[in-house]
């Protein structure tokens, strides 16, 4: 048993040899020009030798992606045209190369993306939010999680149109078990106002109850949220709307709306479906836009 930097012990010897133990890394961005948002993850369960992806693209005209498992070999970095390079701390070079699917309406398009990802924010470790007993209730997500903002720059071409990207977004890193069933459900909240203001929340509901962490970074600050109350409105079974009251480690609140513009709904198993969502926000008389992702049961 070891400590994490604030005294929570986890068995992390243990952990790592979970036939789940994973290793994901995740990145988003929205370039408002273009209307065009982009989210992908690599995931790493070394010790099932399996290798996954997802990479998607939405936009008014396009919502189209791919998903598939391969074995593991010796670039976790790197799965069926998706590559991550990492060019020095804090940035990125993310690409793309290969098609893209719409099953509903049997569409495809060819896909090359070459963007640049580089931070605006120091690293947020969400050890910083929780405490022992979140940090216990949480293991069966991830024991490490780390997230941070950025800008996006480069190209993206669809069909050979190439369009020129300009963005901001979101990149998560978290290693630890991941059974997608574990959690009751999970919302997983991210959006950028400017290149000096964004916020991450991560609201994660298990039997033992919700764990809340994330930031808020404003004023070149990183400040630590710790408790979340969020309100869904929801058309069917997709969230619709929602207001949120964050709270960071020193009590102040931050108040949020959003509205879900568009999405795409990815089988993640048997028993759980991860919808992924462009959503718009208003804070402050601010406007931003970012993803909203929530994990929930299938039926």
């Not at 400017?194 to 033992?208: P, Q, R, W, Y």
């Amino acid at each position: 048993m070891i400590k994490n930097e604030k005294g929570a012990l986890m068995d992390l010897e243990n952990l790592k040899k979970h036939q789940e133990w994973n290793e994901s890394y995740y990145f988003n961005f929205h370039d408002e020009k273009q209307d065009l948002t982009a989210f992908m993850r690599i995931g790493n369960k070394v010790n099932k030798n399996e290798k996954s992806m997802f990479f998607y693209l939405m936009s008014p005209q396009l919502l189209g992606g791919i998903k598939l498992e391969t074995p593991c070999d010796d670039n976790p970095l790197k799965i069926a045209g998706l590559n991550y390079q990492k060019i020095d701390e804090g940035k990125w070079r993310l690409t793309y190369q290969g098609l893209v699917f719409n099953p509903l309406e049997k569409t495809q398009y060819q896909v090359d993306m070459d963007v640049t990802w580089e931070a605006l924010n120091p690293v947020m470790d969400y050890v910083d939010c929780v405490d022992e007993k979140e940090t216990q209730m949480s293991s069966q997500v991830a024991s490490e999680h780390y997230e941070q903002f950025g800008k996006a720059t480069g190209t993206i071409s669809i069909d050979q149109v190439s369009l020129p990207i300009s963005a901001l977004g979101e990149r998560d890193l978290s290693r630890g078990v991941r059974e997608w069933a574990s959690p009751r459900m999970w919302m997983w909240i991210n959006s950028a106002f400017s290149s000096k203001e964004a916020f991450n929340i991560t609201k994660l509901s298990v039997d033992e109850g919700d764990i809340d962490a994330g930031y808020f970074h404003t004023r070149g600050v990183n400040r630590p949220l710790v408790k979340s109350d969020i309100k869904l409105s929801f058309k069917g079974e997709v969230p619709s709307t929602f207001t949120m009251v964050l709270t960071d480690n020193e009590g102040l609140e931050y108040r949020v709306t959003g509205e879900v513009v568009r999405y795409g709904l990815i089988p993640m198993d048997d028993a759980m479906n991860l919808i992924e969502t462009l959503s718009k926000y208003s804070w402050d008389g601010k406007e931003g836009y970012g993803i909203a992702e929530f994990l929930i049961p299938k039926g």
